[in-house]
């Protein structure tokens, strides 16, 4: 396992967008998804961002792993939309459920739009190392201790993560058969691993606020430098620009045309 | 200033963990001083309260574990039951045990400029001063790695860089090598003997391992129960393997051997292995035909 | 008598191409006390990983009593082997030291009679019986260990695997532990001990291992091994004091093993007194 945290490096125009451009594109992003319901432009939307993702130097096997977090919850979501919505054109019918070519389309652009999201939150994270998100949200104004520990936390994750699997190994070496039984069996023998985990990482924590308090953390004296910062370009104005009129455009075109408001049909 | 640790008297008692449990005493009336330039590794079988005395040292103790705190501690001029740990931060520095848990920033220079940072230095001094730190402990070749990639013996020397940026006068470490493998334990005292040549600060160092002190330090402190029971020179301290054995501490085999033949009625004192082959040729009247070790 | 262990020509690659074992060739019989010693990324922890099935082999084989690990689950070679690992605190989970003691017996599906002679015994051996209603979690590292390793030998594992057990404890801790150890090999059990300290391989182990590279480079007794300049160098290690002072006094009749102090003063002694 090679990802320290999340972040993948390299050199593409999103690598070196300044952070708060990338946090606000995640943003527009997040108000384009939810604008439209039509399913051609969620599919649509979600391959450009995907084929944004990869063009920038992201592997394939990260966006994989992406999409495959986000698989359960993607193919549940279409079979179970005719469930609950039954208007339009009725196409067939299972199991004594009415399906409707417009209860299919809003169901796919549904799981479509999710698994949109997915990736626009892991593409701030993908593209921005820790150092940069962590200057990117004091400038924004969030206050030092708040930052600090989102970016803390978020690198924490990966190593919660090797703990648990050297907690599994343990448990599992202690006869510990994970694999047994119902669901409900399974579920239950990942508790031992659970604690062990918890306790590991607590430990840890203690030890890490200690190292932080005494290398000055929470100094109010003086206000607080730092070492590394990041930099505005005009390139991040000019993408802004064009994001900020992008979108503007595409709302129009939904609020005045109703482009994209239709499950099945473009207007 | 050159009394940089001023302990009169302390008494401290963790809260206890789970209520109800009966109060233990951590630490019961410590009294000790170190001076600038000074180290000394504090020795003892666990639970003697060392780690308790190192928090103790940098004002975690009280501040941060609450508990019953009674005597003084003056670090660099200031009252620790007045002083939190970050106001101490500027003259004292602290390593702790486990490289895995007190490493957190991005890059190994953010790691070392982070207390340089709390205390709002610019921009140009903290570069110069973060090579300076790295270039002590022999990671000037890392700034810009991501310090999880990094071996044990890496890792803590970045620990104790990051510590000794601020240049305090006091540098705390409580067990520095305990994690490590030898490879990892030597780059640690190798950075270690580095720094005492190039800045004059106290060194308090907790260690179980006899070798590392009597590599390091000047003076050893035998705690055992809470108490001190022992202050005494490095080399004092060092050679009575039984002293040692008693506070649940391996000798150095030297000094196991000296101690053996000593009481044999030949008195040897060799501190080096080079030392002990010499002397053993000598002994076996084999002088003259040297072989290094 | 067909070995404990048996493995043959084992490689074993990580999905990120490190190649971690490549081609070991090793024979542990029943009862042996062995030392398993090397550098770090040696491939110590992943040979002794490959032993309860944790991992499997790229290639090559490994059979533990005659079963290949390939087709055990982890669970059914945990009944025969037994493995404590470096830190205590990942296998500890238990509200209570005699539930944690517990654990192992139950999930093998002893019957709760002998899970509760097993539990007293290892309380007993190990001085735990006071604590046995307090939570591990709570307690200090040196009892953490005590009990995480306690945990495993209610198990009653014919081989013993052990990753670094005297880490953090002081010395009157440290042979506490290995006493438990050693009495548990004197029953017949066998015992692979992975650890950096020298000293306490030369004084607990009977056969002593070096790893480099994913090798086995040496083979032999401990104190023959751990006075082997020629191997430990290649594998990038120090020799001991002890080593080096036998080494080079070897030439005036010293014999070129890793002794304790004691003994090399013994030695000197004698040859003192020949020699005049």
Known sequence: ??????????????????????????????VLLFAYSNVWVQ???????????????????????????????????????????????????????????????????????????????????????????????????????????????????????????????????????????????????????????????????????????????????????????????????VLATVALLLVTAALLGRLVLGFGVHPLHLL | MDRIVLVENLNYSYPPLVPGDPVVDALQGISLTVRRGETLAVMGPSGAGKSTLCLALCAVVPHSTGGVFGGRVTICGQDTRTTTPAHLSACVGVVFQDPESQLFSATVEDEVAFGLESQGMLRDDMRQRVDWALGLVGMSDHRLRSPVVLSGGQKQRIAIAAAIATRPDLLILDEPTASLDPAGALEVVQALEGLRHETDCAQVVVTQDAELAAALADRVLLLDGGRVTHDLPAHEALRSPGLLTEHALFPPPLAVLNAYLQARSLPVDWRTVDEAVAGVRRLLGAEGTCRRS | MPPLIAIENLHHSFADGWDALNGVTLRIDAGEYTALIGPNGSGKTTLAKHLNGLLKPTSGQVLVNGTDTREASVSALARLVGYCFQNPDHQIFCASVREELAFGPTALDLSPGEVTERVEAELAAFGLAGLRERPPAVLPPGLRRRVALASVLTTRPRLLILDEPGVGLDAREQADVFARIAAYNEAGNAVLLISHDMGAVSRYSRRCLLMAAGQLVADGPPNRILCDAGALADAGMQPPTMSRLSLATSDLGLPPLMLSPEEYGRALLRLREERS
């Open chain 1, 43 to 237: 599919a649509a939307l979600l391959a450009l961002l995907v084929g944004s993702l990869a063009g920038c130097g992201i592997p394939r096997s990260r966006l994989l792993e992406i999409a495959r977090l986000m698989l359960p919850i993607a193919t549940m979501i279409p079979l179970l939309w005719p469930v609950f919505y039954q208007a339009g054109p009725h196409w067939f019918t299972v199991v004594g459920i009415r399906v409707t070519g417009w209860a299919v389309a809003q169901g796919f652009a549904t799981a479509f739009r999710i698994v949109g999201l997915a990736y626009l939150s892991a593409a701030v994270l993908l593209t921005t190392d820790m150092r940069a998100l962590l200057r990117a949200l004091v400038r924004l104004g969030v206050p030092f201790e708040a930052a600090l520990a989102v970016t803390i936390g978020l690198s924490y994750v990966p190593r919660i993560r090797r703990t648990y699997e050297q907690v599994t190994e343990a448990q599992m070496a202690r006869g510990f058969d994970l694999g047994a039984g119902g669901f409900l069996s399974r579920a239950r023998a990942r508790v031992p691993i659970l604690v062990a985990s918890l306790v590991s990482t607590f430990r840890g924590a203690d030890i890490l606020a200690r190292t932080l308090e005494c290398r000055g953390f929470g100094l109010t004296d003086q206000p607080r430098s730092a070492l590394y910062d990041i930099q505005w370009r005009r390139a991040d104005t």
């Open chain 1, 1 to 30: 396992m090679n990802g320290v945290d999340l972040f993948v490096p390299g050199d593409s125009w999103l690598h070196r967008a300044d952070p708060r451009l990338k946090l606000g594109l995640a943003l527009l992003g997040t």
